[in-house]
C-alpha cells in the first residue's frame, strides 16, 4: 500500500540538468521528512539532501552544495530534486527515502548517468 515512485533519471552530458521526482502514497507525506540518497557502483549509499515535513529546513551534502534543490509539494504529496551543473561523479542510483519516529519508507531507485 505504501509506495514512492521515482521518476526523471536518464542520461545527460556533463553541465547538464535532471530534474527527479518522486511521488508519495499510502502514508501521510506531510508528516514526513524527505530524503534523496544515492548509491554508485562499489560505494556505499550517501545522503544527498533532506527536507523536513514544512519545508522549512532543507540540508545538503557538501558535494552538491550549490548545484541541488530539495523541494516538496504536500499537497500533491510528491518531493523533487533538481540537478543542475551535473559532473560525471554523480553517476549513481537515486534513492527517495521518507522518514518518521517509527517508520521509513525508501523507493525502488532510479538511474542518472553524467557521460559524454
Known amino acids: 500500500q505504501v509506495q514512492l515512485v521515482e521518476s526523471g533519471g536518464g542520461l545527460v552530458q556533463p553541465g547538464g540538468s535532471l530534474r527527479l521526482s518522486c511521488a508519495a502514497s499510502g502514508f501521510t507525506f506531510s508528516m514526513y521528512t524527505m530524503r534523496w540518497y544515492r548509491q554508485a557502483p562499489g560505494k556505499e549509499r550517501e545522503l544527498v539532501a533532506s527536507?523536513?515535513?514544512?519545508?522549512?529546513?532543507?540540508n545538503y551534502a557538501d558535494s552538491v552544495k550549490g548545484r541541488f534543490t530539495i523541494s516538496r509539494d504536500n499537497a500533491k504529496n510528491t518531493v523533487y530534486l533538481q540537478m543542475n551543473s551535473l559532473k560525471p561523479e554523480d553517476t549513481a542510483v537515486y534513492y527517495c527515502?521518507?522518514?518518521?519516529?517509527?517508520?521509513?519508507?525508501w523507493g525502488q531507485g532510479t538511474q542518472v548517468t553524467v557521460s559524454s
Open positions: 527536507i523536513t515535513a514544512s519545508a522549512v529546513w532543507t
Open positions: 527515502n521518507a522518514v518518521r519516529t517509527g517508520n521509513g519508507y
